[in-house]
């Protein structure tokens, strides 16, 4: 009784609770949300409401006991929000004791009444529970309280299959966190049997390691001897099972997690004995490491990255030339592979974090020098632009960098971490010598990409006399050697111990111009006033004093040739060369002068150039010498000076002297051949500086790169170098305006790549044949194809001299065969250096299109272009040749065809442009394919553009308009044309849309002819005649169709009815609308989609046609039309499309006719009365003759006052069942018996009883109306129709 009284309060209270605020039960709503922000935002508001009731005890009884059934939700995302919502509560309510909820916590969830399929959640319960309490902040503040939940964690803690190792990890918190007296009085003695098996799982293990980190003095030596019989954690006694532990640790973590915090509580308490190397040594070295598995290897270099921060200088020294680096090298070097896991990113992120938190530059550079020296055959692990270098503090950076220079000037390899994987182990072949020479070697080129990565790094502050010290260092080492020291020179002080070989010096030298480069394109450096002048007018390129950078190193340069008591060059000078050399500085000495008199963009342009090349001279001399002699003679010329050479022939057979921007082109296409980024871009700014003295004999070299019919000279003129592996071009200004015919060499270069297999075989062939023969004649000198003869007729002396004769036929095969794969080789890289020149030549072409649109040269790029783009398309290519189709498509359409600025006087060429629309329009028309033929269309609308707006010399007098009375004319408003020959474009454009209209197959496409007509409505007058027969006369149906609809867009064009009279105008609508007539005449069965395209079309040109009639008033006979349009609705397959049934009656609605409304659907035809229906199985539903739809069939015809009554009564009823239909879903229909569809289907769930009952209350019901029918005396319902 008790219990039932317990209960019935309990739920009134709940009622209560209920009923009183619908938004307070929301919050849990809230809380059990899988989002956090939800989460959070429900625990605040269910704090804000209890605060706001604090008296109300059965609020904060109801919410407790909500909250601690949550902790046990099904849903995984729920449990931790009931968690954080009871800790805040508990936190904010200290009313309520923790051990009062952690009482109802264990009634809710004790584990020994739990249910089987409950005890997981059971488990998730307890375990939250108490991360609640501990998270309430109150648990040292109650003993009892948290002695048990430590009870608890500690039997949760057997559970490891579903909570692992949370409990433990939860309870080393809570040791933590609680003060030194707590833990000594309440836990010690209960965690005393825990902290006695330390060595048995990781989490006991982290469970002492935090007690004595935590309070030292309760778990002191002789505590800990009394609890692990040791005074200590790290010693030789308890190494292996430490070993043993750890290894548990490492295995029970995936490899891409973090370090197990047990390891790193383990260190950092080694560290804390004074026991360390012991624990590198013993436990990490010899005994992680030598398990050779990879969670363990993976802790090791997660061990070493985490203990950077923690260690002494010495002891970063000892674990970084340690094995754990060694084994971590190996792991880097093995990994390169796709789909491998690599440790290197989170080696990277703890080192940069180490140096972005240390404050002392010796450990920075102890850190940087160790991974630096860790070395496979002499090349780093770690990458040349190693980004954590951003954090190097300014000392430390600059130590760095002098260990740097000394390493590559003395290589240590002793210091160095050697290492080399099994695989290198085995198919290493050198000798020691031979292996010393190659490691140190490969040490020097990662040093000085090292600095050289560090000068071009963003991220690190950099100052100007660090930059330049950098690169006299590369310089000085790519070209010069000491001969004795100097202190004017810092890098004749120290002599290389090792010398220098050729291949080091070659690195060194790419690497000074990848730098110089990169200096040519950044922001001045320093704080200094000069330099921030600089950064604010974004002046690239200088150093502070204002002088390029190129200029500082031809300065350092000179110095250095000028001192040759103590520097040497590798490979001096020639006389031509020295001379070249010291002609150049004069003449950019003298630019300078005259630059400070009068600045121009000439003077700039030539002395980038000059330097440019003559700082090239140190690489490659014997080509730099004859472009600076080439740069002179341009120079005297383009100031004014007149040169005595004579290098080409006039016409009338003098000697005639190129202009000197034709010099500068034929340099910068030299220069352009050699594979370096600091003089394609060099180039690129020197022609955009000159590119405003173009000539056409200039611009005519640039276009013969570009020229496919040229690859024949292209081929020649490329010299592929096997041993460097770069490319030299040779520049031949005589022969490069020579013609050829061309054809060959584009029908070769096109068909290369298709006819490259059939070749192959054919030469294969004919090599099989020629080396059987010669094998058939080696046998037969040898007697060996004797007939009968076996081979044991041949003596010993004759087989040996056959043996000999055949190896000499087999070797001499296979150097054919080999020199023949090397010239396809040869071929095939003489064709990817081909067109790479072409794709930086065409930097060229769009620097001039940007900066010099209004320039009359401009047309002359258009047909170079479309010939390269006619070439790429009609040849199989690979990337990089679609690579050059795709940037020359992208300069022909937006740097020329799209550019906003274009030449404004025409005039003298007015007729060759005229010529070359032309061209192009026949040209388009000419095509195979329809994108080629868009590209020469657009060129033609260019130059439609191009001529129209510019202003015409003789005005032509305006044509005149009827009046619309009749008898006098009003001039006509004609659209501006410019120097655009309507005449000739519209007779030009005419023809193109007539083969449009009239070829079955033509490139050309309606968007073109739309495109023309909205740019340049200046042309439609001409070519609508065309366009109106082709309605009835186009070559197919699309054809008549985009008839119809280029129509109806030049109806639309305010522009183009101004430039016809009124009379013109409504000839062209009657024409329009009888031809539109005639094709909707001829329209017959709609048997395709190519049927109704058209008819669309027509429809819509008709619609405008019949709107503008109406609106705008020209007499336009419609009479017929109506009489058409029914016919047409007729054909069979017309009611197919939606779309143009809509457009028929919209047509049909402005010609006065509505469209009929749409018909029902007719009734389904009544079934026979007579047949008896079938017995229905399933019980509980109406007879088929007690269903509405049979009381809306016709009854007899009573008398008025018995219809009123049994009609009232039937309504009632009507209603009454249709309620009862609706509630159970079932809605009774407007068809038949027979077509009436299946009862819904009941809910498996439903019991026999249920439906037998239901059954039977519906017969109770039907026997009730029959007796108020009887008793009021109406007749009962006839099943059939009277």
């Given at each position: 009784?008790?219990?039932?009284?317990?209960?019935?309060?309990?739920?009134?209270?709940?009622?209560?609770?209920?009923?009183?605020?619908?938004?307070?039960?929301?919050?849990?709503?809230?809380?059990?949300?899988?989002?956090?922000?939800?989460?959070?935002?429900?625990?605040?508001?269910?704090?804000?409401?209890?605060?706001?009731?604090?008296?109300?005890?059965?609020?904060?009884?109801?919410?407790?006991?909500?909250?601690?059934?949550?902790?046990?939700?099904?849903?995984?995302?729920?449990?931790?929000?009931?968690?954080?919502?009871?800790?805040?509560?508990?936190?904010?309510?200290?009313?309520?004791?923790?051990?009062?909820?952690?009482?109802?916590?264990?009634?809710?969830?004790?584990?020994?009444?739990?249910?089987?399929?409950?005890?997981?959640?059971?488990?998730?319960?307890?375990?939250?529970?108490?991360?609640?309490?501990?998270?309430?902040?109150?648990?040292?503040?109650?003993?009892?309280?948290?002695?048990?939940?430590?009870?608890?964690?500690?039997?949760?803690?057997?559970?490891?299959?579903?909570?692992?190792?949370?409990?433990?990890?939860?309870?080393?918190?809570?040791?933590?966190?609680?003060?030194?007296?707590?833990?000594?009085?309440?836990?010690?003695?209960?965690?005393?049997?825990?902290?006695?098996?330390?060595?048995?799982?990781?989490?006991?293990?982290?469970?002492?390691?935090?007690?004595?980190?935590?309070?030292?003095?309760?778990?002191?030596?002789?505590?800990?001897?009394?609890?692990?019989?040791?005074?200590?954690?790290?010693?030789?006694?308890?190494?292996?099972?430490?070993?043993?532990?750890?290894?548990?640790?490492?295995?029970?973590?995936?490899?891409?997690?973090?370090?197990?915090?047990?390891?790193?509580?383990?260190?950092?308490?080694?560290?804390?004995?004074?026991?360390?190397?012991?624990?590198?040594?013993?436990?990490?070295?010899?005994?992680?490491?030598?398990?050779?598995?990879?969670?363990?290897?993976?802790?090791?270099?997660?061990?070493?990255?985490?203990?950077?921060?923690?260690?002494?200088?010495?002891?970063?020294?000892?674990?970084?030339?340690?094995?754990?680096?060694?084994?971590?090298?190996?792991?880097?070097?093995?990994?390169?592979?796709?789909?491998?896991?690599?440790?290197?990113?989170?080696?990277?992120?703890?080192?940069?974090?180490?140096?972005?938190?240390?404050?002392?530059?010796?450990?920075?550079?102890?850190?940087?020098?160790?991974?630096?020296?860790?070395?496979?055959?002499?090349?780093?692990?770690?990458?040349?632009?190693?980004?954590?270098?951003?954090?190097?503090?300014?000392?430390?950076?600059?130590?760095?960098?002098?260990?740097?220079?000394?390493?590559?000037?003395?290589?240590?390899?002793?210091?160095?971490?050697?290492?080399?994987?099994?695989?290198?182990?085995?198919?290493?072949?050198?000798?020691?010598?031979?292996?010393?020479?190659?490691?140190?070697?490969?040490?020097?080129?990662?040093?000085?990409?090292?600095?050289?990565?560090?000068?071009?790094?963003?991220?690190?502050?950099?100052?100007?006399?660090?930059?330049?010290?950098?690169?006299?260092?590369?310089?000085?080492?790519?070209?010069?050697?000491?001969?004795?020291?100097?202190?004017?020179?810092?890098?004749?002080?120290?002599?290389?111990?090792?010398?220098?070989?050729?291949?080091?010096?070659?690195?060194?030298?790419?690497?000074?111009?990848?730098?110089?480069?990169?200096?040519?394109?950044?922001?001045?450096?320093?704080?200094?006033?000069e330099a921030e002048e600089l950064r604010k007018k974004h002046l690239h390129g200088l150093a502070a004093s204002g002088e390029p950078w190129?200029?500082?190193?031809?300065?350092?340069?000179?110095?250095?040739?000028?001192?040759?008591?103590?520097?040497?060059?590798?490979?001096?000078?020639?006389?031509?060369?020295?001379?070249?050399?010291?002609?150049?500085?004069?003449?950019?000495?003298?630019?300078?002068?005259?630059?400070?008199?009068?600045?121009?963009?000439?003077?700039?342009?030539?002395?980038?150039?000059?330097?440019?090349?003559?700082?090239?001279?140190?690489?490659?001399?014997?080509?730099?010498?004859?472009?600076?002699?080439?740069?002179?003679?341009?120079?005297?010329?383009?100031?004014?000076?007149?040169?005595?050479?004579?290098?080409?022939?006039?016409?009338?057979?003098?000697?005639?002297?190129?202009?000197?921007?034709?010099?500068?082109?034929?340099?910068?296409?030299?220069?352009?051949?050699?594979?370096?980024?600091?003089?394609?871009?060099?180039?690129?700014?020197?022609?955009?500086?000159?590119?405003?003295?173009?000539?056409?004999?200039?611009?005519?070299?640039?276009?013969?790169?570009?020229?496919?019919?040229?690859?024949?000279?292209?081929?020649?003129?490329?010299?592929?170098?096997?041993?460097?592996?770069?490319?030299?071009?040779?520049?031949?200004?005589?022969?490069?305006?020579?013609?050829?015919?061309?054809?060959?060499?584009?029908?070769?270069?096109?068909?290369?790549?298709?006819?490259?297999?059939?070749?192959?075989?054919?030469?294969?062939?004919?090599?099989?044949?020629?080396?059987?023969?010669?094998?058939?004649?080696?046998?037969?000198?040898?007697?060996?194809?004797?007939?009968?003869?076996?081979?044991?007729?041949?003596?010993?002396?004759?087989?040996?001299?056959?043996?000999?004769?055949?190896?000499?036929?087999?070797?001499?095969?296979?150097?054919?065969?080999?020199?023949?794969?090397?010239?396809?080789?040869?071929?095939?890289?003489?064709?990817?250096?081909?067109?790479?020149?072409?794709?930086?030549?065409?930097?060229?072409?769009?620097?001039?299109?940007?900066?010099?649109?209004?320039?009359?040269?401009?047309?002359?790029?258009?047909?170079?272009?479309?010939?390269?783009?006619?070439?790429?398309?009609?040849?199989?290519?690979?990337?990089?040749?679609?690579?050059?189709?795709?940037?020359?498509?992208?300069?022909?359409?937006?740097?020329?065809?799209?550019?906003?600025?274009?030449?404004?006087?025409?005039?003298?060429?007015?007729?060759?442009?005229?010529?070359?629309?032309?061209?192009?329009?026949?040209?388009?028309?000419?095509?195979?394919?329809?994108?080629?033929?868009?590209?020469?269309?657009?060129?033609?609308?260019?130059?439609?553009?191009?001529?129209?707006?510019?202003?015409?010399?003789?005005?032509?007098?305006?044509?005149?308009?009827?009046?619309?009375?009749?008898?006098?004319?009003?001039?006509?408003?004609?659209?501006?044309?410019?120097?655009?020959?309507?005449?000739?474009?519209?007779?030009?454009?005419?023809?193109?849309?007539?083969?449009?209209?009239?070829?079955?197959?033509?490139?050309?496409?309606?968007?073109?002819?739309?495109?023309?007509?909205?740019?340049?409505?200046?042309?439609?007058?001409?070519?609508?005649?065309?366009?109106?027969?082709?309605?009835?006369?186009?070559?197919?149906?699309?054809?008549?169709?985009?008839?119809?609809?280029?129509?109806?867009?030049?109806?639309?064009?305010?522009d183009f009815k101004l430039s016809l009279s009124e009379k013109e105008w409504e000839e062209l609508m009657r024409d329009g609308t009888r031809?539109?007539?005639?094709?909707?005449?001829?329209?017959?069965?709609?048997?395709?989609?190519?049927?109704?395209?058209?008819?669309?079309?027509?429809?819509?040109?008709?619609?405008?046609?019949?709107?503008?009639?109406?609106?705008?008033?020209?007499?336009?006979?419609?009479?017929?039309?109506?009489?058409?349009?029914?016919?047409?609705?007729?054909?069979?397959?017309?009611?197919?499309?939606?779309?143009?049934?809509?457009?028929?009656?919209?047509?049909?609605?402005?010609?006065?006719?509505?469209?009929?409304?749409?018909?029902?659907?007719?009734?389904?035809?009544?079934?026979?009365?007579?047949?008896?229906?079938?017995?229905?199985?399933?019980?509980?539903?109406?007879?088929?003759?007690?269903?509405?739809?049979?009381?809306?069939?016709?009854?007899?015809?009573?008398?008025?006052?018995?219809?009123?009554?049994?009609?009232?009564?039937?309504?009632?009823?009507?209603?009454?069942?249709?309620?009862?239909?609706?509630?159970?879903?079932?809605?009774?229909?407007?068809?038949?018996?027979?077509?009436?569809?299946?009862?819904?289907?009941?809910?498996?769930?439903?019991?026999?009883?249920?439906?037998?009952?239901?059954?039977?209350?519906?017969?109770?019901?039907?026997?009730?109306?029959?007796?108020?029918?009887?008793?009021?005396?109406?007749?009962?319902?006839?099943?059939?129709?009277?």
């Amino acid at each position: 009784m008790e219990s039932n009284g317990g209960a019935e309060a309990s739920s009134s209270a709940g009622e209560r609770l209920l009923g009183q605020s619908r938004e307070f039960l929301d919050f849990f709503w809230e809380i059990a949300r899988p989002e956090q922000e939800r989460r959070v935002g429900g625990t605040q508001g269910l704090l804000a409401h209890l605060k706001e009731r604090r008296k109300d005890g059965d609020l904060l009884k109801y919410t407790l006991k909500r909250l601690v059934v949550g902790l046990g939700a099904t849903r995984e995302a729920s449990r931790p929000g009931f968690s954080l919502a009871l800790a805040q509560v508990l936190q904010g309510f200290e009313e309520i004791s923790l051990l009062s909820a952690l009482d109802e916590i264990k009634e809710k969830y004790g584990l020994g009444k739990v249910k089987k399929k409950l005890f997981r959640n059971a488990l998730f319960g307890n375990f939250f529970g108490v991360l609640a309490l501990f998270q309430s902040g109150r648990l040292a503040k109650e003993p009892k309280a948290l002695s048990e939940c430590v009870q608890l964690l500690q039997s949760l803690s057997e559970h490891h299959a579903h909570l692992k190792d949370l409990p433990r990890k939860t309870l080393a918190d809570i040791v933590a966190e609680i003060p030194e007296t707590v833990f000594e009085e309440v836990l010690f003695g209960i965690l005393e049997d825990e902290l006695s098996a330390a060595f048995s799982t990781p989490g006991q293990l982290y469970l002492l390691l935090v007690g004595i980190q935590k309070f030292p003095r309760v778990l002191g030596p002789e505590k800990l001897k009394a609890l692990l019989g040791t005074s200590a954690v790290v010693t030789e006694e308890n190494i292996p099972r430490l070993v043993e532990v750890l290894k548990m640790a490492a295995k029970t973590e995936r490899k891409d997690r973090g370090l197990p915090t047990v390891g790193l509580d383990l260190m950092k308490v080694a560290l804390q004995e004074g026991r360390f190397e012991l624990f590198w040594t013993d436990v990490v070295e010899n005994g992680l490491l030598a398990d050779h598995a990879g969670p363990c290897s993976y802790m090791c270099y997660r061990l070493l990255g985490s203990a950077l921060p923690l260690l002494s200088l010495k002891q970063l020294k000892m674990i970084l030339q340690g094995e754990v680096m060694r084994h971590y090298g190996v792991h880097v070097v093995s990994t390169k592979l796709p789909n491998r896991f690599k440790f290197a990113p989170e080696m990277e992120v703890l080192v940069g974090s180490f140096l972005e938190g240390c404050g002392d530059p010796k450990k920075q550079v102890a850190v940087m020098v160790g991974f630096s020296t860790l070395t496979n055959h002499g090349y780093p692990v770690v990458p040349s632009f190693w980004r954590v270098a951003r954090h190097l503090l300014p000392d430390a950076l600059l130590n760095y960098i002098q260990w740097i220079k000394g390493m590559f000037l003395a290589p240590d390899l002793d210091s160095c971490v050697e290492f080399a994987t099994k695989r290198q182990e085995q198919n290493e072949k050198k000798t020691d010598m031979e292996l010393t020479e190659h490691t140190v070697t490969r040490l020097r080129k990662w040093l000085i990409a090292r600095l050289v990565g560090i000068a071009e790094n963003p991220q690190i502050k950099r100052e100007e006399e660090f930059v330049i010290d950098i690169a006299r260092f590369c310089f000085f080492h790519a070209f010069f050697k000491t001969r004795k020291p100097i202190s004017k020179i810092p890098e004749t002080e120290t002599v290389p111990s090792v010398p220098l070989n050729e291949s080091t010096r070659a690195a060194t030298a790419d690497l000074f111009f990848s730098l110089l480069q990169h200096l040519n394109t950044m922001p001045a450096l320093g704080e200094s006033a000069e330099a921030e002048e600089l950064r604010k007018k974004h002046l690239h390129g200088l150093a502070a004093s204002g002088e390029p950078w190129i200029y500082v190193a031809v300065q350092y340069a000179n110095t250095l040739l000028s001192d040759k008591k103590h520097v040497e060059a590798v490979t001096p000078f020639s006389e031509e060369a020295q001379f070249a050399w010291d002609r150049m500085l004069q003449t950019v000495e003298a630019l300078r002068r005259r630059e400070q008199k009068t600045l121009t963009l000439k003077t700039t342009a030539f002395q980038h150039l000059l330097l440019l090349v003559g700082i090239h001279l140190f690489k490659s001399p014997a080509e730099c010498v004859s472009l600076l002699n080439d740069l002179q003679n341009c120079t005297k010329r383009a100031f004014g000076e007149k040169p005595k050479k004579k290098t080409s022939v006039s016409a009338d057979g003098e000697e005639e002297e190129p202009e000197w921007v034709e010099v500068i082109v034929e340099v910068l296409l030299s220069l352009l051949a050699q594979s370096s980024a600091l003089i394609r871009r060099v180039c690129r700014s020197v022609f955009a500086l000159v590119c405003q003295h173009m000539t056409e004999a200039a611009l005519r070299l640039i276009l013969d790169v570009l020229d496919p019919q040229q690859d024949q000279d292209e081929e020649s003129t490329v010299v592929v170098v096997e041993e460097a592996q770069k490319t030299k071009k040779k520049s031949l200004p005589d022969e490069s305006d020579d013609g050829m015919s061309g054809e060959s060499s584009a029908e070769e270069d096109s068909s290369e790549e298709d006819n490259a297999p059939e070749t192959e075989s054919e030469d294969e062939g004919e090599a099989d044949e020629a080396f059987r023969s010669m094998l058939t004649n080696v046998l037969q000198a040898g007697n060996a194809l004797g007939g009968d003869d076996s081979d044991d007729d041949l003596d010993d002396e004759t087989m040996m001299s056959l043996d000999g004769n055949l190896s000499a036929l087999f070797a001499e095969q296979r150097k054919r065969v080999q020199a023949k794969k090397d010239e396809k080789e040869k071929m095939r890289k003489e064709k990817i250096l081909r067109r790479e020149f072409k794709i930086k030549v065409l930097d060229l072409v769009e620097v001039f299109l940007a900066k010099q649109p209004e320039n009359p040269l401009v047309f002359r790029v258009i047909e170079p272009l479309l010939s390269v783009i006619e070439q790429s398309m009609s040849s199989d290519s690979d990337k990089q040749e679609q690579d050059y189709l795709r940037k020359t498509a992208d300069i022909f359409t937006n740097s020329l065809c799209r550019s906003k600025q274009y030449c404004r006087n025409v005039g003298p060429i007015r007729e060759e442009l005229h010529d070359q629309l032309e061209s192009l329009v026949k040209r388009a028309c000419k095509q195979r394919d329809s994108t080629v033929a868009l590209y020469c269309f657009s060129a033609s609308l260019y130059l439609c553009r191009v001529l129209k707006g510019n202003v015409a010399a003789p005005e032509a007098t305006p044509k005149k308009k009827p009046n619309s009375s009749g008898g006098s004319d009003v001039p006509v408003a004609q659209p501006p044309a410019g120097s655009l020959d309507l005449e000739r474009a519209a007779t030009a454009y005419k023809e193109a849309l007539s083969l449009f209209f009239n070829k079955r197959k033509s490139p050309l496409t309606g968007s073109m002819f739309l495109d023309l007509f909205e740019r340049h409505p200046v042309i439609c007058k001409q070519l609508i005649p065309t366009v109106v027969k082709s309605i009835t006369e186009g070559a197919r149906q699309p054809q008549q169709a985009q008839a119809c609809l280029l129509l109806q867009k030049a109806l639309q064009m305010r522009d183009f009815k101004l430039s016809l009279s009124e009379k013109e105008w409504e000839e062209l609508m009657r024409d329009g609308t009888r031809q539109v007539t005639k094709t909707l005449k001829a329209v017959g069965e709609f048997k395709i989609k190519v049927d109704q395209e058209k008819v669309i079309r027509c429809l819509e040109l008709l619609s405008c046609l019949i709107k503008m009639a109406t609106k705008q008033g020209p007499a336009v006979d419609l009479t017929e039309l109506p009489a058409v349009l029914r016919v047409l609705g007729e054909q069979p397959g017309f009611g197919k499309s939606a779309r143009l049934t809509d457009l028929y009656w919209h047509v049909m609605k402005l010609l006065g006719f509505a469209r009929p409304a749409k018909e029902k659907a007719p009734p389904k035809p009544v079934a026979d009365p007579d047949p008896v229906p079938k017995k229905q199985k399933k019980k509980g539903f109406l007879p088929a003759t007690k269903l509405r739809k049979n009381r809306k069939k016709a009854a007899p015809v009573p008398s008025r006052e018995e219809g009123t009554e049994s009609g009232s009564k039937e309504a009632v009823a009507g209603k009454k069942k249709r309620k009862r239909k609706k509630n159970r879903g079932g809605g009774g229909g407007e068809g038949d018996g027979p077509e009436r569809a299946p009862p819904a289907k009941k809910s498996p769930s439903e019991s026999k009883e249920n439906k037998a009952g239901r059954g039977n209350i519906l017969e109770k019901k039907r026997r009730l109306k029959k007796k108020k029918g009887k008793k009021a005396g109406t007749p009962p319902a006839r099943k059939g129709p009277v």
